[in-house]
Nanobody
Framework: QVQLVESGGGLVQAGKSLRLSCAAS????????MGWFRQAPGKEREFVAA????????LYADPVKGRFTISRDDAKNTVYLQMNGMKDEDSGVYYC???????????????????????WGQGTQVTVSS
């Protein structure tokens, strides 16, 4: 069983940067593909970025390509989301998620389906002010 705790959210000005962390416990996540999702008020949860458990394969949603970077430090059992050049539309609750052991990134047509993730954190609020 994997427990995930996000941190690093907060209020940030448009154009600035923020880094989110997702700390895992319960087991090592070096065999889990990981993802970040976000949900704005009144909207559905949407995919942001994902990283595979092996090979360092990454996947990004079109709105964040070139601005956000997902990375992982398996020695620290932590996944990160570096967010640069932030925009108002980046505001929302950001969730970290993990795929079952040895599972690939659940990819379909360039995005990742939240139903393919088995473990979820509680989320961290990110608010971008213009």
């Amino acid at each position: 069983q994997v427990q995930l705790v996000e941190s690093g959210g907060g209020l940030v000005q448009a154009g600035k940067s923020l880094r989110l962390s997702c700390a895992a416990s319960g087991q090592t996540i070096n065999r889990n593909s990981m993802g970040w999702f976000r949900q704005a008020p009144g909207k559905e949860r949407e995919f942001v970025a994902a990283i595979s458990w092996v090979g360092g394969v990454t996947l990004y949603a079109d709105p964040v390509k070139g601005r956000f970077t997902i990375s992982r430090d398996d020695a620290k059992n932590t996944v990160y989301l570096q967010m640069n050049g932030m925009k108002d539309e980046d505001s929302g609750v950001y969730y970290c998620a993990a795929v079952r052991d040895y599972g690939p990134i659940p990819e379909n047509d360039g995005t990742s389906d939240s139903r393919g993730y088995d473990y979820w954190g509680q989320g961290t609020q990110v608010t971008v002010s213009s």
